[in-house]
């Protein structure tokens, strides 16, 4: 396993232990970024307007399309350690 796929294990672990709940926004980002990082760019046809959150959450993902799966790991954690210290909500 290379460091960044064990930071990236590790910052999933992090983030169910938030001592507080991100934002929604903040929420889009991790998940995006989390699936840039597991499954690459965005699949599947984009939900309807009647599946609000599933259309942010496609909306997401696909701003990353082409974001090579490292890079978006790397996001994932920084954004995971700053949540840990408090800095983004």
Known sequence: MTDIDQQFATAQTDVTR????????TLLRLYALFKQA????VQGDKPGFTDIAG?????????L????????KARYVELV???KRGEAV
Do not use: C, F, M, Q
């Not at 597991?38 to 760019?41: E, K, R, T």
């Not at 399309?65 to 978006?72: K, L, S, V």
């Open 18 to 25: 938030l001592p507080e709940r991100p934002g929604n926004l």
């Open 38 to 41: 597991s499954v690459g760019d």
């Open 55 to 63: 259309k942010y959450k496609y909306e997401a993902w696909a701003a």
């Open 65 to 72: 399309e082409g974001t090579p799966a490292d890079d978006a």
């Open 81 to 83: 350690e700053s949540l």
